[in-house]
């Protein structure tokens, strides 16, 4: 099985994709962290049916991704996000110019509110 926080971020970009009784399993096994039986018996259904579902549920998450790449394209706008409120840091406290520190200050800023956004 693949790992549950991965999972979870791949449902966050594709779950509305999915069908209902897929989501309900997704939401239930990954992201409430339920076990196989206690999804299975809330839902009905026999563990492996919860497996079973998860796992084609999964798959489907797995080739969304790979189509789309939602998920890439976000974690690499975090990652740059991350340098330019670092650059700015740097810049902020290695300069003695008190506009060159406000101009970081406001990268600095502006970087960490898109960061937000995106969350």
Do not use: C, P
């Amino acid at each position: 099985m693949n790992d549950k926080w991965e999972i979870s971020l791949l449902y966050d970009f594709y779950g509305g994709l999915l069908n209902e009784s897929q989501q309900k399993v997704v939401e239930l096994y990954v992201n409430s962290d339920l076990s196989y039986a206690e999804s299975a018996e809330i839902l009905g259904i026999s563990r492996q049916g919860v497996k079973d579902a998860l796992d084609r549920a999964t798959e489907k998450l797995y080739s969304f991704e790979e189509k789309l790449s939602l998920l890439k394209e976000y974690q690499q706008t975090q990652d740059a996000l991350e340098g330019i409120v670092e650059i700015a840091r740097q810049i902020r406290h290695s300069t003695n110019d008190d506009e060159i520190k406000e101009l970081a200050y406001e990268i600095e800023s502006i970087a960490d509110s898109i960061a937000d956004k995106e969350d």
